[in-house]
C-alpha cells in the first residue's frame, strides 16, 4: 500500500510563490520518477515537472524559469517551489510517482491534489 500526500497549496497575489511538497508512504521499496501534473477548469491535465531518481529533469515551457522541482530520495519526497506565480497557474495540482513496492513489481500513484488558486 502507498500513499502520496500533498501540502502547500493556496491562494496567493500574482508575481508570489508556493512551495509543493509531496511524501510518498507505505511499503516502497524504491521511488522512481516523480512528478507535479496540474489540470485548470475545462483543461487537460498537463505535466507540470518532472524528476528522475537521479536528479533529470523536465519542465513544462509555461514553468520554466520561474517553477524549480527537487527531491529527497531518503524521505520519499518530491517539492515543487513555483515563483512568479501568474493567474494561468492557477490549478489543482497533483504528485505523481512510480513507486517499486518489491525489487520486482513498480506502479504510478497520484495524490488526491492540492489547489493553487492566483489571483490577479
Known amino acids: 500500500q502507498v500513499q502520496l500526500v500533498e501540502s502547500g497549496g493556496g491562494l496567493v497575489q500574482a508575481g508570489g510563490s508556493l512551495r509543493l511538497s509531496c511524501a510518498a508512504s507505505?511499503?516502497?521499496?524504491?521511488?522512481?520518477?516523480m512528478g507535479w501534473y496540474r489540470q485548470a477548469p475545462g483543461k487537460q491535465r498537463e505535466l507540470v515537472a518532472r524528476i528522475t531518481s537521479s536528479g533529470n529533469t523536465n519542465y513544462a515551457i509555461s514553468v520554466k524559469g520561474r517553477f524549480t522541482i527537487s527531491r529527497d530520495n531518503a524521505k520519499n519526497t518530491v517539492y515543487l517551489q513555483m515563483n512568479s506565480l501568474k493567474p494561468e497557474d492557477t490549478a489543482v495540482y497533483y504528485c505523481?510517482?512510480?513507486?517499486?513496492?518489491?525489487?520486482?513489481?513498480?506502479?504510478?500513484?497520484w495524490g488526491q491534489g492540492t489547489q493553487v488558486t492566483v489571483s490577479s
Open positions: 507505505g511499503t516502497i521499496f524504491k521511488t522512481n520518477a
Open positions: 505523481n510517482a512510480e513507486i517499486w513496492t518489491i525489487a520486482t513489481i513498480s506502479d504510478d500513484y
